[in-house]
């Protein structure tokens, strides 16, 4: 029996939360370090890896004001793409903030602390965090939340965009394959944001049905902790 030391993957996850954050002119400005610790590290399959390089060229090669606004578009505009996790699990019910919490005091028994603007659920947040754990213990985090992964992955797949080699090698390090789903499409804003109607209950939006996504259980509570913080 043949026993396989899980591959160190702390400064590939690093980068795959650099790259999935707004991408403004100090992220710029490392993306060429970005690529070179992904390439030292050599966690990530060749013909993803290739993937990745092309965004962080496109990132690098365009205008900035376009490269930003597009970002805005694709993760800001919709639900089905948004990085904020518990957006695909609990929507606007009433149990996303206790989710919130807990992920909050998870980091805070790890040692790490999110400033201020800064919400627990959001991926390049996520990343940062899951970096920090020893390589058997991200993977296995990372498995909590591939199913989340997986339907953003399609969602970008849909829109041709280059940010799903991202979601697509976070698939990979979970010891996952990505694989289709059914993406619901989005609400345009407006109805998103409408009051809602009075006396009429409160909002079940968002939560998981039998044919939806499941919610993510966080539930390691590792003590030994490795590489920088959030």
Same mark, same amino acid.
């Given at each position: 029996?043949?026993?396989?030391?899980?591959?160190?993957?702390?400064?590939? *996850?690093?980068? *795959?939360?650099?790259?999935?954050?707004?991408?403004?002119?100090?992220?710029?400005?490392?993306?060429?370090?970005?690529?070179?610790?992904?390439?030292?590290?050599?966690?990530?399959?060749?013909?993803?890896?290739?993937?990745?390089?092309?965004?962080?060229?496109?990132?690098?090669?365009?205008?900035? *004001?376009?490269?930003?606004? @597009?970002?805005?578009?694709? #993760?800001?505009? %919709?639900?089905?793409?948004?990085?904020?996790?518990?957006?695909?699990?609990? %929507?606007?019910?009433?149990?996303?903030?206790?989710?919130?919490?807990? $992920?909050?005091?998870?980091?805070?028994?790890?040692?790490?602390? $999110? /400033?201020?603007?800064?919400?627990?659920?959001?991926?390049?947040?996520?990343?940062? #965090?899951?970096?920090? @754990?020893?390589? @058997?213990?991200?993977?296995?985090?990372?498995?909590?939340?591939?199913?989340?992964?997986?339907?953003?992955?399609?969602?970008?797949?849909?829109?041709? /965009?280059?940010?799903?080699?991202? $979601?697509?090698?976070?698939?990979?390090?979970?010891?996952?394959?990505?694989? =289709?789903?059914?993406? +619901?499409?989005?609400?345009?804003?407006?109805? +998103?944001?409408?009051? =809602?109607?009075?006396?009429?209950?409160?909002?079940?939006? %968002?939560?998981? @049905?039998?044919?939806?996504?499941?919610?993510?259980?966080?539930?390691?509570?590792?003590?030994?902790?490795?590489?920088?913080?959030?």
């Amino acid at each position: 029996m043949s026993f396989h030391k899980p591959v160190t993957t702390s400064s590939s *996850l690093k980068v *795959l939360a650099h790259l999935l954050s707004y991408p403004d002119a100090q992220l710029r400005s490392h993306l060429m370090e970005l690529k070179g610790a992904l390439h030292f590290e050599k966690a990530i399959a060749p013909a993803r890896l290739r993937e990745l390089d092309a965004l962080i060229d496109n990132l690098n090669g365009n205008d900035a *004001l376009d490269i930003e606004a @597009q970002y805005v578009e694709l #993760f800001d505009r %919709g639900r089905s793409t948004s990085l904020h996790l518990f957006e695909h699990v609990h %929507g606007d019910s009433r149990d996303r903030g206790p989710a919130m919490i807990d $992920l909050a005091q998870t980091y805070e028994k790890a040692g790490l602390y $999110l /400033s201020p603007d800064e919400m627990p659920d959001y991926l390049p947040v996520v990343l940062q #965090f899951v970096s920090t @754990q020893p390589a @058997q213990q991200a993977r296995e985090f990372l498995g909590e939340m591939a199913h989340i992964f997986n339907a953003i992955f399609n969602a970008l797949q849909q829109r041709s /965009s280059a940010y799903a080699s991202v $979601l697509g090698a976070l698939i990979e390090l979970a010891g996952e394959k990505a694989y =289709p789903v059914k993406i +619901v499409a989005d609400e345009p804003l407006d109805a +998103v944001w409408e009051e =809602p109607i009075v006396f009429d209950g409160c909002s079940v939006k %968002g939560q998981a @049905q039998p044919d939806q996504v499941q919610p993510i259980h966080f539930v390691k509570k590792v003590s030994a902790m490795t590489g920088a913080t959030p």
